[in-house]
Nanobody, 116 residues
Framework: QVQLVESGGGLVQPGGSLKLSCAAS????????MSWYRQAPGKERELVAA????????NYADSVKGRFTISRDNAKNTVSLQMNSLKPEDTAVYYC?????????WGQGTQVTVSS
């Protein structure tokens, strides 16, 4: 069955770094656009970063540009999010998403907490 499994979340101090990973299985990963979303308590889920199926195109939320980098490895069916210069406002549950036409898959999420 389809699975998206996130890992790498945790507690980090402001200014620190974390790398999230998402392992995909059960679908043809290489044709899917992949994204990272996040949802903070009391807020709507928002798009953080997205990458095209072949990895040639990326886009980022204004709030993370220059600090976060999305990448993918189609040979390993993984997508990653390198997060640098983390701020308290980056605290949220981060979700991996895969999309191809009407097919739309989500992971269970991983908690990222930025606090001193």
């Amino acid at each position: 069955q389809v699975q998206l499994v996130e890992s790498g979340g945790g507690l980090v101090q402001p200014g620190g770094s974390l790398k999230l990973s998402c392992a995909a299985s059960g679908f043809t990963f290489s044709i899917y656009a992949m994204s990272w979303y996040r949802q903070a308590p009391g807020k709507e889920r928002e798009l953080v970063a997205a990458i095209s199926s072949a990895g040639g195109s990326t886009n980022y939320a204004d709030s993370v540009k220059g600090r976060f980098t999305i990448s993918r490895d189609n040979a390993k069916n993984t997508v990653s999010l390198q997060m640098n210069s983390l701020k308290p406002e980056d605290t949220a549950v981060y979700y991996c998403n895969g999309k191809w036409f009407r097919y739309d898959y989500w992971g269970q999420g991983t908690q990222v907490t930025v606090s001193s």
